[in-house]
């Protein structure tokens, strides 16, 4: 337990240092496991969403993997609004899956056409 907790501080400096670095996030995403939680969805992944279009569908991707896990939809206090105007933004860039994905999230916060 001490060692898993070690690795995710360790994941989290990392991620601190180099916030859209994807790989990283996905690490830090994966190790947290059953505590899952939409804080560690903003903490994994939102300097990455922020920056690309790439990272932005990587974000809504997880929040979608975590609402069907835990029911926990997005909830805007993991929300603030430069991640809004970013998700807004790389919207448009996104087709499919990922479009779907991220036009969830901002639904869900009654964020999309605001």
Sequence with gaps: MERRENDLSALRQN?????TNLEL???YWT???DSQSGGCVRDAYRGAAIASSIGAAT???AYRELFLCSGEGPRMAY???????????HLLQLTGEDHSNVEWVLQTLGVLNK
């Design 79 to 89: 929300f603030d609004e430069p991640l809004i105007q970013a998700l807004k933004g």
């Design 59 to 61: 974000f809504a991707r």
């Design 15 to 19: 991620l601190k240092q180099d916030p």
């Design 25 to 27: 996030a996905t690490r």
């Design 31 to 33: 190790a947290v496991g």
